[in-house]
């Protein structure tokens, strides 16, 4: 009965390539899944598995905003491209409040904060906060129209909002970096994009902290379905992210809100009819 675990790997593969750039919180539906979707495995493998699959959304970015990051030319001749490394900058100083915190308190913040009550009210408040934010900005015009625009100050500004999802599981990090992105004035698609590069660092650091706690000896069950998991998160992520980049050139992010406090109200009912 193998395949059926491999099946279900595809499945939450799925989940995390959609819902780790669209700002509707990852976690959240991750613990509906986990609800539904039994993995056969043990508890310290699926807690790594969860976080570990993000490696496969990494490289969909990597992969689709390689000129971008890579601060190397070798085109006609070799050279530094400074902006580039400015930006590396502005990427590594947004995220080490949140690096700071994971490092130091990740297994406290789980025990603590990491329950369908959390998760269930950070989606709605963070989706009422979207719908609010937008409607202030309907008229007017973004500050920042690119990202080599974004100043330190912006950066740090922005990694707080990611403070606050490293914290609060259900905040969703795209969408909490998004959403401090727009209250200072950063356009969309470059909110969107500097969220993008920002998960690099993030989802690297924390996806390598869960396998040094968990170790390298993986069966070959594991593995497997670890693997799987990561090469359909890729492969959605890809679709995703283009999606995502084209629709909001168009469109607000009130449609994420109000999803977001409808799945925050389905987590407490759900939740609550089974715990009462």
Same mark, same amino acid.
């Given at each position: ?143 920042? #129209? *690119?990202? =080599? ?5 912006? !950066? $740090?500004? /922005? &990694?707080?909002?990611?403070?606050? +999802? @490293?914290? %609060?599981?259900? #905040? *969703?990090? =795209? ?5 401090? !992105? $727009?209250? /200072? &004035?950063?356009?969309?698609?470059? +909110? @969107?994009? %500097? ?12 996806? $390598? ?10 069966? %070959? ?56």
């Amino acid at each position: 009965m193998e395949y059926i675990e491999f099946l279900k790997a595809i499945l939450f593969g799925i989940v995390e390539g959609i819902t780790e750039w669209l700002p509707i919180s990852s976690t959240g539906h991750m613990i509906l899944l986990d609800e539904f979707v039994k993995l056969n495995v043990s508890q310290e493998f699926l807690s790594m598995f969860l976080v570990v699959i993000q490696l496969g959304a990494i490289l969909a970015v990597v992969l689709l905003f390689w000129n971008q990051l890579w601060p190397f030319s070798t085109k006609e001749k070799f050279f530094i491209k400074k902006d580039t490394f400015s930006m590396w900058f502005k990427i590594l100083a947004a995220c080490v409040p949140a690096a700071i915190v994971g490092i130091l308190f990740d297994d406290q913040l789980d025990a603590l904060f990491y329950n369908y009550w959390v998760v269930a009210l950070s989606l709605i408040v963070f989706g009422i906060l979207f719908i609010v934010i937008e409607i202030q900005n309907k008229d007017m015009r973004p500050k920042v #129209t *690119s990202v =080599s625009q974004i100043t330190y100050k912006t !950066a $740090l500004w /922005i &990694g707080a909002f990611q403070l606050i +999802a @490293a914290v %609060f599981p259900g #905040t *969703s990090r =795209s969408g909490a970096t998004i959403l401090g !992105a $727009l209250m /200072i &004035g950063v356009a969309r698609p470059v +909110a @969107a994009e %500097f969220t993008f590069y920002l998960a690099v660092p993030v989802m690297l650091g924390a996806s $390598l902290l869960k396998l040094l706690k968990f170790g390298l000896s993986f069966t %070959f069950l594991e593995g497997t379905l670890l693997l799987v998991g990561m090469v359909v998160a890729f492969v959605v992520s890809i679709v995703v992210i283009r999606f995502l980049l084209g629709y909001i050139r168009k469109h607000d992010f009130k449609v994420f809100g109000v999803y977001r406090i409808l799945l925050g109200i389905a987590v407490l009912v759900y939740f609550w009819g089974i715990k009462g």
